[in-house]
C-alpha cells in the first residue's frame, strides 16, 4: 500500500498525503508547498508516508 501512496505523491503529492494522514495540518502544509514548487510538495509528501 505505501508503493501506492508513494505513486501518488509524485504525481500528486496533497493526495499521497491525504491518502497517509487525511485533513489535517500536513495535508494543508503539503498544499501550500505543492503550490510554492512542485518539488518540495513532492519531497514532504514522501517524507510524510516513509515516517508513518
Known amino acids: 500500500m505505501d508503493l501506492i501512496r508513494i505513486l501518488f505523491a509524485i504525481l500528486l ?3 499521497g498525503v491525504f491518502l497517509q494522514v487525511g485533513i489535517g495540518g500536513a495535508f494543508w502544509l503539503n498544499i501550500l508547498l505543492t503550490l510554492l514548487g512542485y518539488i ?10 516513509a515516517r508513518r
Not at 518540495?40 to 508516508?49: Q, R, S
Request: glycine share 8%.
Open 13 to 15: 503529492p496533497p493526495l
Open 40 to 49: 518540495p510538495g513532492i519531497v514532504h509528501a514522501v517524507w510524510i508516508i
